[in-house]
């Protein structure tokens, strides 16, 4: 059974860092393509970054190019997302979702579709998120 775990949120001044990870078990993530989401009740979801473990390719939204990195582990079977210089409107909970690698076109359709899918569909498993704040 695949098992996705966020952590490393929590609350952060205007232009700190954190670094969110996506623990993942009963599978290996290289078999997988990885996204982070976010999302703030009564916003439309975002798909912030993904990567492809089949050929390394990233996605970031224009939102957060430049300051957020996507990586993975893969023999932690972990997945990482670095955030530096936050801004108050990175304030949401974010969530980490995996793909079956032959459901990928590239990795910005996987972002931007599965941020309209969401979870509950059963195309995709996604974790239970974990509260980013970014306040003073």
């Known amino acids: 059974q695949l098992h996705l775990v966020e952590s490393g949120g929590g609350l952060v001044q205007p232009g700190g860092s954190l670094r969110l990870s996506c623990a993942a078990s009963g599978f290996t993530l290289d078999h997988y393509g990885i996204g982070w989401f976010r999302q703030v009740p009564g916003k439309e979801r975002e798909g912030v970054s993904c990567?492809?473990?089949?050929?390394?390719?990233?996605y970031y939204s224009d939102s957060v190019k430049g300051r957020f990195t996507i990586s993975t582990d893969n023999a932690k079977n972990t997945a990482f997302l670095q955030m530096n210089s936050l801004k108050p409107e990175d304030t949401a909970t974010y969530y980490c979702?995996?793909?079956?690698?032959?459901?990928?076109?590239?990795?910005?359709?996987?972002?931007?579709?599965?941020?309209?899918?969401?979870?509950?569909?059963?195309?995709?498993?996604w974790g239970q998120g974990t509260q980013v704040t970014v306040s003073s």
């Open positions: 979702a995996v793909l079956d690698n032959w459901k990928i076109t590239t990795v910005q359709n996987m972002c931007v579709g599965l941020a309209k899918i969401g979870p509950g569909t059963g195309f995709a498993s």
């Open positions: 990567v492809s473990n089949k050929d390394g390719t990233t």
